[in-house]
């Protein structure tokens, strides 16, 4: 049975690509310095380890003898922007050492295929309307956020140790992810779930808050195509970094309106002061799709599995 590594498994998109390996016939060793809060992980064996350490990510992928292993690495410090934006100085430090010393380790334990999560997050600010950023327009770098800025560093540290070792790289940068099984409360969920956590709070007829103006554009992407996307992307011969992500791009007001929807209530917005991001993304998805990735979750369909699982975690946390 081939074996892998999931770092980041006690975690939201980790927890999932953990059940895909599962259902795809892997042996799955978890890695996560807490357990998946909202479901048992359906990892053959989960170690509790905090990968800022160097001695706990060579722990990690020590596996005895056999194949050299694979990992995906998906662990990080992260959250939504308002995480993103007062914890920037966690964000950095711990993010740079669970990647410096997890790509150090790997390139020790001779790791075949090593994916990193990257995110959309190491490009600029782009205007609406702009035509489709391709990977290189990373460069000249301008990351929005000091969040960005560590995963283009992590993605160049990764790239050197794989041309020194002859690691095979491979490296995604995700678009908003959304799906049961996510944050949705305490302050790190992102906009999807918080905005979900909020409707399924408000009565019919009710208003919500929403950060900003509500013109920011962005696209979300359903976790199973995510997932999707990972394992395309890890099994290509895709070098560099590649987009992933549903190609709807949508306002905070129209995701607002659209949860609204899947859940049958009339709902007002009152704009507030909070941290929004960039104001607008537009991505090539050409290097994805060329490994036969396409989006089979449009928003809609994404929000009408997504938003039953957080009204029910509210309902739940009602009745304690
Ligand atoms: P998540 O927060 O649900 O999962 C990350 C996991 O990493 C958590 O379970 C956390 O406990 C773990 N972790 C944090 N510090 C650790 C440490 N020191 N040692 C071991 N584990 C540690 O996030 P997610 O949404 O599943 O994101 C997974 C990856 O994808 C992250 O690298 C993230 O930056 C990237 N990403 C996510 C999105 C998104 O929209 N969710 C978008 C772009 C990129």
């Excluded at 081939?2 to 016939?25: N, P, Q, S, W």
């Excluded at 049958?264 to 991505?283: A, L, T, W």
Aim: aromatic residues 10%.
């Amino acid at each position: 049975m081939k074996r892998t590594i999931v770092c980041g498994a006690g975690g939201f998109i980790g927890g999932h690509l953990v059940k895909r390996l599962k259902r795809e016939g892997y042996w799955v060793r978890g890695v996560d310095i807490k357990e998946h809060e909202y479901a048992p992980t359906a990892a053959d064996e989960f170690l509790l380890l905090d990968l800022r350490k160097l001695g706990n990510c060579e722990a990690a992928l020590a596996l005895g003898p056999g194949d050299p292993p694979e990992i995906y690495q998906l662990a990080a410090d992260m959250g939504g922007m308002g995480f993103i934006h007062y914890a920037e100085c966690e964000v950095m430090r711990h993010n740079v050492l669970i990647n410096l010393n997890m790509t150090h380790a790997a390139a020790a334990a001779r790791v075949a295929r090593y994916f990193y999560s990257s995110s959309a997050c190491v490009y600029r600010d782009m205007a609406p309307g702009e035509p489709e950023m391709p990977e290189e327009g990373a460069y000249p770098a301008m990351p929005h956020n000091e969040y960005g800025w560590e995963k283009l560093y992590s993605e160049r540290v990764l790239l050197a140790y794989a041309r020194r070792h002859g690691m095979t790289a491979r490296i995604a940068r995700f678009q908003n992810c959304y799906g049961p099984e996510g944050t949705w409360d305490g302050g790190r969920e992102k906009a999807p779930a918080a905005l979900c956590r909020k409707i399924a709070e408000a009565e019919d007829g009710g208003t919500i808050d929403v950060w900003g103006d509500g013109t920011a554009v962005r696209s979300y992407t359903y976790v199973d195509d995510m997932v999707d996307g990972i394992l395309r992307l890890m099994r290509s011969d895709l070098e560099g970094a590649v987009n992933i992500g549903c190609p709807e791009y949508v306002t905070v007001d129209e995701l607002a309106a659209a949860i609204a929807r899947v859940a049958g209530k009339k709902i007002s917005i009152r704009h507030v002061e909070g941290p929004v991001g960039v104001q607008s993304r537009n991505f090539a998805n050409d290097r994805i799709y060329s490994t036969g990735w396409q989006s089979a979750f449009p928003l809609a369909r994404g929000l009408a599995l997504t938003y039953p699982w957080i009204e029910a975690q509210v309902r739940a946390s009602r009745g304690k």
